[in-house]
């Protein structure tokens, strides 16, 4: 059976109390659009008041520690954002690997602390311009999620349902031009081949792969018709839910799915 296309968005540092109207509207307008799973990721200090409030949309963190708790000091473990209302975690962003020095392993420590505290996750991998130009994209994504995705000996048995993997270039991120749908086209199948072999046919085949960078409502519908595309991290578009739920009106387009 076709799983909901799945459309997650993630508010970055944006967000105080004042946000909270905006994901008020995201969760009604999600209660009309029940085809498509919607999803927000506030900032930490948002969570348990949307949380609270909301009745269709659920709620994540943008990041965990990989330790359960003690002497880490502005830290927020996965059992805290759990307490929150948290059910799910972004991981491994480029803006985290990047701005906190992550490396893949330190991402793969967190994805085992997420999935222990009982969340799902959404492992982001994405490349460089840099490493795109120069040819290496593939073999670039294929390391990265192989190191940041848990082992396969140490995966879930409900793997498929906790595991979403997000391909995010880099240089597609908040600049207003997504990636083409052949490049799309193209990782997310390299990638569905890649959880195929670490985690066999069956699971592999149902983890969802959703896309981000620059998704926006005017070119949803043509990313969500590329196939292995099952939705999309969404960050500045998910501010508004006007913008927003354009992008989960377009997954929900039965001629998409
Ligand atoms: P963007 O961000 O939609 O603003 O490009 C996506 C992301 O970083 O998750």
């Not at 905006?22 to 200090?45: G, S």
């Not at 081949?193 to 070119?219: A, C, F, H, M, T």
Request: charged share 20%.
């Amino acid at each position: 059976m076709a799983r909901r296309p799945y459309i997650v968005g993630n508010w970055k540092m944006h967000g105080t109390r004042a946000m909270l109207s905006e994901a008020r509207a995201i969760d009604r307008a999600a209660q009309r659009h029940m085809k498509v799973e919607v999803a927000l990721a506030p900032p930490f200090t948002l969570i348990h008041p949307i949380h609270r409030e909301a009745e269709q949309i659920s709620v994540g963190a943008q990041d965990c520690h990989h330790a359960d708790g003690g002497a880490h000091t502005g830290d927020i473990s996965a059992a805290m954002v759990a307490d929150a209302g948290a059910k799910f975690v972004i991981l491994g962003h480029s803006e985290r690997r990047t701005g906190h020095g992550e490396s893949d392993a330190l991402v793969r420590a967190k994805a085992a602390a997420a999935l222990a505290a009982g969340l799902r996750i959404i492992m982001c991998c994405g490349e460089s311009g840099e490493t795109r130009e120069s040819g290496r994209a593939v073999a670039f994504i294929k390391k990265q999620l192989k190191a940041s995705l848990p082992a396969p000996a140490d995966a879930p048995a409900d793997l498929a349902e906790r595991i979403t993997v997000a391909y995010e270039p880099i240089w597609a991120i908040g600049t207003g031009t997504a990636a083409t749908t052949a490049d799309i086209g193209e990782m997310h199948g390299v990638i569905r081949q890649l959880l195929v072999e670490l985690y066999g046919e069956e699971q592999g085949r149902e983890v969802r792969i959703i896309y981000g960078g620059s998704v926006k409502p005017d070119n949803a519908a043509e990313i969500f018709a590329v196939p292995e595309v099952s939705g999309a991290l969404v960050g500045g578009a998910s501010l508004t839910a006007d913008s927003f739920m354009g992008i989960a009106l377009a997954a929900g387009e039965p001629s998409d799915h």
